[in-house]
């Protein structure tokens, strides 16, 4: 059996980064650009591993966006199949949501299976009820399975989801299927140091020689293991340090008979260039020399990057630059207006953002190891370090401040990954439960 297929994630639709209404249609482009090059190159079929969207309350140009896009998918009988994600998940007290719209009218299956004192239930799209575990393609011969977001219940439902495709193996195989991709809005641990809590490499492990194709989102850099797990990365740039990565989206061809069974080519979406720029203002005495300085940094950044004279329409790129170290003077009187018609003069950008991450001598905090403060690893011991200063003024939690820090982080990082309340609220119980016990004279 042969078969090819797209995959893409993190498209995050409706994003108006910056406030910018080109913004917003840059990450409309960059999905149908993946759809056309998916009809161009006759896929079978065409996944989206969760996060289409980049909220669930979307407006209607974002879903006109989407019906466009799915519809030329519709009109080459490509059928698109997705998961929901972190950002486009939807809550069962919302009722219908605007992904499961897109399937009532027939432009998307999306996989969410019911799920059972914890384990998923194999069974095939139903477009009645607009769930289901699977859908088939290829005559049956390859089978599609997908999981929604889970967030920390990911790895238990990975495990749960390995047990019921081993169980239901022979009943697979006389359905006839002989190829098996699944849709997971996950990522790998430890690809990026800021992202916690996701399943690490080992608790995927169940699921090998179950599924012949992982098919990731989640994460915005794209990597591969194993010829296994696949993670295209955002068709967009969604935040400045992803400018960085060579994201796209994978054109993979199935060949049951070949060995391995299938090419997966990771190909990079036109999307308008975004440059970050970071510029030390360290042993700049004032203001004028600050802006001179800025200007011929401008220069030479523009020249490296070997810029067209003038950028094409709707290639101006974006332009974020961080002022980072230690100012010799006080940063009110930096001009930023100054600084950015320097960017304008030598990038010709859509948007330019300035960032003044610098400090002053007064304040240093106490940050373990080197950094500019732009990476969020930094950021991360920057901000424990003021949960543990912060909670140590209070008496009754001061013995006790480091664990604190370290549970408001994660608190922190649940709450921003869009984690239940009730799951909030159970692990800071866990914490508070867990200090009152080892704490020595607690305040009662
Ligand atoms: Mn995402």
Redo the contacts with the bound molecule.
């Keep these: 059996m042969r078969a090819r297929f797209v995959h893409t ?2 498209n ?1 639709l409706g994003y108006e980064q910056y406030g910018v209404k080109e913004r917003f249609n840059d990450f409309a482009h960059a999905f149908i650009a993946v759809v056309d090059d998916a009809i161009a190159r006759r896929a079978d079929f065409f996944v989206i591993a ?2 289409l969207f980049n909220k669930r309350a979307i407006d209607a140009l974002t879903l006109i966006q989407a019906e466009e896009a799915l519809q030329r998918l519709r009109a080459a009988s490509i059928p698109a199949i997705a998961i929901e ?3 486009d998940r939807s809550y069962y007290r919302d009722g219908v949501s605007w992904l499961q719209f897109l399937c009532w009218q027939g432009l998307l299956h999306l996989l969410n299976p019911t799920v059972r004192e914890g384990v998923p239930v194999l069974a095939p799209w139903d477009q009645q009820a607009m769930r289901g575990a699977y859908v088939d393609v290829k005559g049956g011969a390859l089978r599609v399975y997908g999981l929604p977001w889970y967030g920390a219940g990911t790895a238990r439902v990975m495990d749960h989801l390995a047990g019921a495709l081993a169980a239901a193996r022979a009943e697979e195989g006389a359905a006839g299927v002989q190829y098996r991709v699944l849709l997971l809005h996950t990522g790998v641990d430890g690809q990026l140091p800021q992202m916690h809590g996701l399943p690490t490499r080992a608790q995927f492990e169940p699921l090998r020689g179950l599924v012949d194709y992982v098919a990731l ?2 994460v ?1 850099k794209p990597y591969e293991m194993d010829g296994w797990l696949y993670n295209p990365g ?1 068709t967009e740039t ?1 935040g400045a340090e992803e400018s960085a990565w060579e994201r796209g989206y994978y054109y993979v061809e199935v060949d049951t008979e070949a060995e391995p069974r299938h090419h997966a080519q990771h190909l990079i979406n036109p999307r308008r260039p975004f440059h970050r720029l970071t510029f030390r203002v360290d042993g700049v005495p004032d203001p004028s020399a600050l802006y001179e300085r800025f200007e011929r940094f401008c220069a030479r950044e523009a020249k490296e990057r070997d810029l067209p004279e003038r950028p094409v329409p709707r290639m101006e790129p974006v332009v974020d630059v961080a002022l980072t170290g230690i100012l010799g003077f006080d940063n009110s009187a930096v001009d930023r207006q100054r600084l950015e018609e320097s960017v304008r003069a030598h990038f010709h950008p859509l948007v330019v953002r300035v960032h003044d991450t610098t400090r002053d001598t007064e304040y240093e905090p106490d940050v373990e190891g080197e950094g500019d403060g732009r990476d969020r690893a930094t950021w991360h011991q920057l901000e424990l370090g003021i949960f543990r200063d912060l909670i140590a003024r209070d008496a009754r939690y001061a013995p006790d401040a480091a664990t604190w820090a370290t549970t408001l982080a994660e608190i922190k990082q649940m709450a921003l990954g869009g984690e239940e309340p009730a799951a909030i609220v159970a692990r800071l119980r866990e914490a508070h439960t867990r200090l009152q016990n080892g704490a020595h004279g607690g305040t009662g």
């Design positions: 994630a993190d995050h969760g996060d994600g972190n950002h989102g989640h915005h955002s969604w």
